[in-house]
């Protein structure tokens, strides 16, 4: 008769939990989103995007707006071979440049936020039909 030799080992409490917080990143939901985190969920994309959009926007502008500001102000003409009136008439045009971009961010967040909630509308609410009922 053979006698066969199982070995079995068992994770501590602490790994059991790591690898069941690893399962559930690769499992499919078990539970559906209820509805009202859904709706909260959709209402929080729609200005996530706007801010990171205008964001965006608005740091580019600050960055050339700086760049035409360390022009005129400084020396940094002067190091890169321009003359000190010839980097203020260089300088000042980039940075009037770089005050569009800046100065549009705002708005540009406003008109995202409005397509977005129009784009999203019929769905938050279908949602809030629901919830009220």
């Known amino acids: 008769m053979e006698n066969k030799e ?8 602490k790994e059991q939990e790591e ?3 690893i399962r559930r990143k690769y499992a499919a ?18 200005t996530k995007k706007a801010s990171a ?3 965006v926007f608005g740091v580019i502008g600050a960055l050339i707006l700086g760049t035409g500001m360390s022009l005129a102000m400084t020396d940094i003409g002067n190091i890169i071979g321009l003359t000190e ?12 440049v770089g005050m569009v971009p800046v ?3 705002y708005p540009l967040y406003n008109r995202i936020v409005k397509k977005e909630r129009e784009r999203i509308a019929p769905e938050i609410l279908r ?6 009922k």
Not at 6 to 13: H, N, Q
């Open 19 to 21: 690898i069941k917080a």
């Open 127 to 132: 949602l809030t039909d629901e919830l009220m």
């Open 85 to 96: 009136g010839t980097a203020l008439l260089v300088g000042i045009p980039i940075g009037v």
């Open 29 to 46: 939901p078990e539970q559906a989103e209820d509805k009202m985190t859904q709706l909260r969920r959709l209402d929080a994309t729609v």
């Open 53 to 55: 959009v205008a964001l």
């Open 6 to 13: 199982s070995f079995r080992y068992t994770y501590s409490a």
């Open 103 to 105: 100065c549009a961010a």
